[in-house]
């Protein structure tokens, strides 16, 4: 919607991979037999540069929450790695308890020790998508947004940080303020709930916002007002997003780029317009051809479904390219192209850069399958 | 004569910190085999109206007032044991909103669908599976899936499976609601699909409740629009899409983000609905309406009709 200039690189999310254990039951454990994992994400690169707004897209289960939540190691990691830059005082923090960052100031987050951590809590901030269950109905506003302050202990007084509450009350457009600060959560509406998730989660001057689909709980009517608060925010904050949802319109009306995500991993990225305009991945094509636009043409025909199919389980994620048991292209054409009808079931496609900024992961793309012929780019499914 | 006829209906419900006017005053018409939509926000009373058509209104809610015809038949004047026998079911039916509760984890799919038929006609157990059979291929599900229960079901299957139960008595009118909410959009484009498939072979009547205007345009030929506990707006979708008249309407479909097209601002509804225990007099949507006049916020608009089958309950278009 609106574009603004992007900075310099603030996260590099590497091949990081989420899995649940399953319990094995007294048998397997007497047989020894190996342990069984839900691949919830399971692999997953990609970069986000300050300001902008990236959007993890997809259907229920396919990973996307669980990558924002370990980015702030609410889940434990199976592997992976996450590079975040954070603000300057932070980073004077994490040097003084002994954390190098690199060259380019960034250090990785995943694998501090806990203690180490807890300053970037600061930087990165998540924003639920439930305005009623995230707020603590026994806290009036302002005890839900002090909290933030004295447990990052910002502000020398009581005064400073009512200061700072009403500042940022403000800026979520809670006005006036004084209204507002008082009251208790079941006291306001939807909207105004949620707003007061945003101004907890900024009120930190955070570098990196998680916003877990935080509108879709809302009516439509209020949605908008939303968005536009958040669109506001991020210049007036200098912070990234990662905006999570499942509604491509409005990853579409907000973001600037947009991963797609199937069964733990990330099929496509690229310019969120560009993506929904001429989508690359036969999976996102099929999920755009299958979202209702309000047209009153719609009723006359069938939704052509290019899938088939449900989403198979996390824990047996089919072997090559994890879609190609629902993909209608690799059922045209495996009879027809030898070379794809042997690859997609054996090799996983890695996710290569085909046009300038559009990257996807299939083979229907001459170029993913040179570079992984030639074994210039490995498979992605390497190092299990 | 219509199918289905409601005139001035009300149906509140009497709490403890007052009387919520959820549906205050809704007249509808819908005739054979058309596909009405009725759209509106959280709290608009949409599903309160589909209960009532049923007369399944949960205490301490209660139908007040209006009448309710299906077939000439006067339902809101029928006794409880009536209305079993003679309308749901086999004149009314209706699709739950989440399909995953709807279904009882202790039985079989097979048990579940052929318990209505068993109760409302003399067909035998044999015959009743038979018609199980007929309808769970009719809603695309292989036959094993009568064996199975409901938790080794998917949510698409299941919702699926709620579909064929609100047709085993061949109703004339299905009232979904919200049938596709909890599903994910692939799986809610195949029931989209299905059930227009259904409305094809079947010419039964559909009464689609949803809140978003991308589903209701999947299946309605005729669209409602609630707002506070009544209908502002009827017509036909196209009608209401490309020259929506009634501010409310105008409102929300401009704020919904597209697809296609150019990304423009996105507008919102500034404000929250009304309190329906104590709603604004004159228009309800004044209080957050850009075009509000003196008169919204005394009298009550009347719905008119502006152009032909295009009906609205606003000021801007009624006349003094």
Known sequence: MYRVELGEEILKVKDLRVWFPLKRGIIGTILRKPPLYVHAVDGVSFNIRKREIFCLVGESGCGKTTTGKALLRLVPIYSGEAWFKPRKETLAKLEAMGVTPNENGMVEILHLPEKKFKPLRRDIQMIYQDPYGSLNPRFRIKDILEEVLIVHKIGESKEERLDLIERVLEMVKLTPPSEFINRFPHQLSGGQRQRVAIARAIIANPALIIADEPVSMLDVSIRAEILEVLLNLRTLLDASYIFITHDLAVARYICDRIAVMYLGKIVEVGDAREVIADPLHPYTEALIAAIPDPDPENRKKFRDLKIKGEVPNAVFIPPGCRFHPRCVYYDEMKEVDKELGDLCPSTEPPLVEVKPGRYVACYKYPLVRSLVKTGVLSPGREGR | ?320
């Open chain 2, 1 to 320: 004569m219509a199918l289905l006829e409601v005139e001035n209906l009300r149906t509140y419900f009497y709490t403890l910190k007052g009387v919520v006017k959820a549906v205050d005053g809704v007249n509808l018409k819908l005739e054979k085999g058309q596909t009405l939509g009725i759209v509106g926000e959280s709290g608009c009373g949409k599903s309160t109206l589909a209960w009532s058509l049923l007369k399944l209104v949960p205490p301490p809610g209660r139908i007040v007032d209006g009448t309710i015809r299906i077939d000439g038949m006067d339902v809101t004047r029928m006794s409880e044991s009536e209305v079993r026998s003679k309308i749901r079911w086999k004149k009314i039916s209706m699709i739950f909103q989440g399909a995953m509760n709807a279904l009882n984890p202790v039985y079989t799919v097979g048990e579940q669908i052929i318990e209505p038929i068993l109760l409302h006609t003399d067909m035998t157990r044999e015959e009743a599976m038979e018609k199980a059979q007929e309808l769970i291929e009719a809603v695309g599900l292989p036959p094993e899936i009568l064996n199975r229960y409901p938790h080794e079901l998917s949510g698409g299957q299941k919702q699926r499976v709620v579909i064929a139960m609100a047709l085993v008595l061949d109703p004339d009118i299905v009232i979904a609601d919200e049938p596709t909410t909890a599903l994910d959009v692939v799986v809610q484009a195949q029931i989209l699909n299905l059930m227009k498939k259904l409305h094809r072979e079947r010419g039964m009547s559909i009464i689609l409740i949803t809140h978003d205007l991308g589903v209701v345009t999947e299946l309605s030929e005729y669209i409602a629009v609630m707002y506070a506990g009544k209908i502002v707006e009827f017509g036909k979708a196209e009608d209401i899409f490309l020259h929506p008249l009634h501010p409310y309407t105008q409102a929300l479909i401009r704020a919904v983000p597209r697809l296609k097209g150019d990304i423009h601002k996105l507008e919102y509804i500034p404000g929250q609905p009304p309190d329906l225990r104590n709603p604004p007099p004159g228009c309800r949507f004044a209080p957050r309406c850009k075009k509000v006049m003196d008169i919204c916020n005394r009298e009550e608009p009347p719905m008119i009709e502006y152009e032909k089958g295009h009906y609205v309950a606003c000021w801007l278009y009624a006349k003094r």
